[in-house]
C-alpha cells in the first residue's frame, strides 16, 4: 500500500476522536446500596483454581474408580450389595469414595454458582437459586458421608 492510497472508513469502524467519541460499554450489572464499593477478597480466583484443581483430582478419581471397580473386578455384573459391603470395609474405599462424592458435589455447586452468576439478572432470582444450590449440595454432601461412614452390610 503507497502513501497515496486512502483507507475509507464505514461510519461503525470510523476513527475516533472528540467529534466521534467510543461507544460506552456499560457493566453487566449496575451497582445498587448493598453492592459494596470494592472487594478487597479473591473469590472468584479461588473459585477459578478450584474448579482447575478439582476438574485434575476428579478425572484421576473417576477414571481410577472405573478402572479398578467395573475393568479390573469383573465388570457391572459383581456390583451389588455384598461388593460395596466387601469395598466399604475398607478405609481406603471410604475415603478414596468420599473424596470423590465432596470434589464433585463442590465441583458442581461451583460451576452452577458460576452459571447462575452469569444467566440470573435479578437479584433476588439469583440469592434463591443459589440457595436452592447450597442446600442440596450440603444435603447430598451429608447425606452420602453419613451413608459411606455408617454403611452396616449385616442389615436385614
Do not use: C
Amino acid at each position: 500500500m503507497s502513501a497515496t492510497d486512502h483507507v475509507e472508513f464505514s461510519s461503525s469502524s470510523a476513527a475516533f476522536g472528540p467529534d466521534n467519541p467510543a461507544p460506552v460499554i456499560e457493566p453487566p450489572r449496575a451497582r445498587t446500596k448493598r453492592t459494596p464499593r470494592s472487594t478487597r477478597t479473591n473469590f472468584e480466583m479461588y473459585g477459578w483454581l478450584f474448579m482447575r484443581l478439582s476438574g485434575i483430582v476428579l478425572v484421576v478419581l473417576v477414571i481410577g474408580h472405573l478402572l479398578i471397580q467395573l475393568v479390573l473386578d469383573g465388570g457391572v455384573t459383581k456390583v451389588g450389595f455384598a461388593f460395596v459391603a466387601g469395598r466399604w470395609a475398607s478405609p481406603f474405599w471410604q475415603t478414596w469414595d468420599l473424596i470423590m462424592l465432596w470434589l464433585a458435589m463442590l465441583h458442581g455447586s461451583n460451576g452452577l454458582r458460576t452459571v447462575i452468576n452469569d444467566y440470573a439478572e435479578r437479584d433476588n432470582t439469583r440469592f434463591w437459586l443459589k440457595m436452592l444450590v447450597y442446600t442440596a449440595t450440603a444435603f447430598t454432601i451429608i447425606l452420602g458421608t453419613l451413608v459411606i461412614f455408617t454403611f452396616d452390610p449385616n442389615i436385614r
